[in-house]
């Protein structure tokens, strides 16, 4: 029993010392993203799955494993902004996608909703999308058939335990899209959103027990599931594109100071870019909207996140799934359409984790964050740049996805044997 002990001891120091591994990146420019700013020749220290510090390079301590970053660029871990990632492979599939849910007898209105279960750490775009330094995302159900698009949540990219935060935020479009699933008009969808934020403002913070005898509209379950959104807890998306619907979610943070409302698309949010400041209303876009896809996208701009920051307005991007790759090169058009640099990699790192509520962890290159850590082999927001290293909670990832894969398969292929033969 003594030398089971023992060896117990010996195996858990052995498996710590391993998971707290002390490195540190040394050499090139660091964009922090903290109030530090850019520094260069410095060494950014991760002593587990944390930073420690950031020191000048002669002062590394002698047990730190050194990854050199000299010429390169070393930025904080993208964080996707809104996804579906680890709830859909391919949406258009016949079988099951667990980022479509039909309408339920549970939550009518899709207020309760949990994707924290549904999540799947082993979806093939996870490691597509982390090898192009995206380390971690928020993910929700796209489509519902009701008025709300159940409680996202944040997630890491890395290995393990993924779930970041469950029940991190909310859903709701009042575009087109939104109007079509409350029978097909605003003039219903408003006054039934309004209702419900009433009937969830009178519980006054109280729960609802499932038992209970209630006359409303909302059942049990929808109505616990909003009680945080009401109290400003939880962030409340709403998906909006035209100026008219964008003028409605001004309204109704005014009429709802608590709501920790945030915009979601605000394609023609440039045409009201202070009152939107003013608001207190951060956005997360899509930059490379610049047509109009439906009426409610006539005035759409490759100029807006640049004249939406100008006017004071926290700014995010990245709202792709499959593609939620290319968040740079959508950072990068912005830029080259008047957003200022720094203001496109903060839209992709400390301004999502400050919508979300993550900021005190993610986003930023300091001393007690999470250390996601991407290193560049030039400027991040150049389309022919990519990641030469990727740090996940302090750990080096494989810089191999199933394209890389693809790509090694069919280049060094063995032509005598059929291409299904090689694995």
Known sequence: MKKLIISLTLTSLFSA???????????????????????????????????KAIVDINAIPKDYRQIDAADKVV??????????????????????????????????????????????????????????????????????????????AILSLGEGDNLVRPQAFTRI????????????????????????????????????????????????????????????DEPLLIGAHRVADIKQVIALKQRHPKLNVVLLYATEGWMLAKEIAVANIPVILNPESNLPYSFDQLAATMANAGRLADAGVMVSIGVE????????????????????????????TINTAKIYGIDNDYGSLEA??????????????????APENVIIHGKQIDM??????????YLNRDAKLPVQFQH
Do not use: C
Request: cysteine-free; overall charge negative; proline content about 3%.
């Open 321 to 348: 799934t499959h593609n939620i790759r290319l968040m740079t090169q959508h950072a990068g058009n912005a830029v080259a359409n008047g957003l200022s640099w720094i203001d496109g990699l903060a839209a992709l």
């Open 400 to 409: 191999v996805s199933r394209q890389t894969k693809l790509r090694d398969r």
């Open 75 to 152: 930025t904080p871990g993208l964080i996707g902004a809104q996804t579906q990632l680890g709830l859909e492979e391919v949406g258009s599939w016949a079988g099951t996608v667990d980022a479509s849910v039909s309408p339920s007898d549970y939550s009518p209105y899709g207020a309760a909703l949990d994707v924290s279960y549904a999540l799947n750490p082993a979806s093939s775009l996870i490691p597509v999308a982390r090898i192009e330094g995206v380390t971690s995302a928020a993910t929700s159900i796209n489509y519902t058939h009701a008025m709300f698009k159940g409680q996202g």
């Open 17 to 51: 010392s391993v998971l707290a591994e002390k490195v540190a990146i040394v050499g090139g420019t660091m964009h922090t993203l903290s109030k530090q700013g850019s520094v260069t020749d410095k060494a950014l220290l991760i002593d587990g799955e944390r930073i």
């Open 173 to 232: 479009d009042v575009s087109n899209n939104g109007a079509d699933d409350a029978s097909g008009s605003r003039a219903a969808l408003w006054p039934v959103l309004e209702n419900a934020l009433a009937e969830v403002e009178a519980r006054n913070g109280r729960k609802l027990a499932l038992s209970a005898e209630y006359h409303g509209q909302l059942n049990p379950a929808d109505i616990n599931a909003l009680l945080a959104v009401v109290a400003g």
């Open 368 to 385: 007690g964050k999470v250390a996601d850590v991407v290193i560049w082999n030039g400027d991040p927001l150049e389309v022919m740049n």
